[in-house]
């Protein structure tokens, strides 16, 4: 006889989910009545303001492929209780090296295993978690958002070399996943935010708003409003985009 009780929610797997736009994200879902497995290296904070958070929260470092592939039974054990449908995975977590004060680290001083890293976590990581859950997501019809980032497409004065080869390369593999996850009725997007208020930026971030139209930074809300939308059958026609989250600052 299962022991596991049954649960009718919707249900998100979202990866760095402690801070940033992940925290925002997890609130807007949690707000909407999904169920939210948030996945980070730390442990849940006892001050997170969602209820149910602990039980639904799994500590991992997706920097270690063989703990993530830990992570991915753990999750796909979680998803029996809601007859393993997953309705979407967000790939939120990234790391972002600086040099010294915040500055660009370049492509001529990176050291290797940085590089092997920021690739790990930013790029391997969502493709290992995808492929893990793709059942889940095919039982669901669920969306999987990638978490981009407008360095992809440029050279930025803060983001370093490995980090926008790895969101570039993230975007790249967005459009693939599309054409390959499709035909099971899982829609893959990705998101590419800007100038985003949160811990990531380095000093200096607010020089750069003259060049952003709306002449503002983002918040963290307005990223998880558009995760929100990709996850929701608002959008159940967009596949393989990159949706632009940066007040203008692309044009
Ligand atoms: N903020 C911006 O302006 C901006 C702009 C463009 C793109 N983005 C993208 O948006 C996403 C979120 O950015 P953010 O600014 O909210 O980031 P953040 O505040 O730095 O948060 C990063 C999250 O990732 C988790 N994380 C980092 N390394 C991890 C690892 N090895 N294993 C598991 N979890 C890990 C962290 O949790 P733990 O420390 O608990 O592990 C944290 O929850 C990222 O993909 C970032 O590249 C942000």
Sequence with gaps: M???QSDERKTIVLTGASRGIGHATVK???REGWRVITCSRQEFADNCPWPAGPEDHIRVDLSDQEDVGYAVSEIRQRLQ???SRLHALVNNAAISPKVEGGGRMDSIKTPMHLWRDVFQVNFFAPIMLARGLFKELQTGKGSIVNVTSIVGSRVHPFAGTAYATSKAALNSLTREMAADFGPAGIRVNAIAPGEIETAILSPGTEDMIDDIPLRRLGQTSEVADVIYFLCSDQSSYVN???LHINGGQHV
């Design 2 to 4: 299962s022991q596991i």
């Design 28 to 30: 807007r879902f949690s």
């Design 81 to 83: 209780a809601n007859g």
């Design 240 to 242: 393989g985009s990159e």
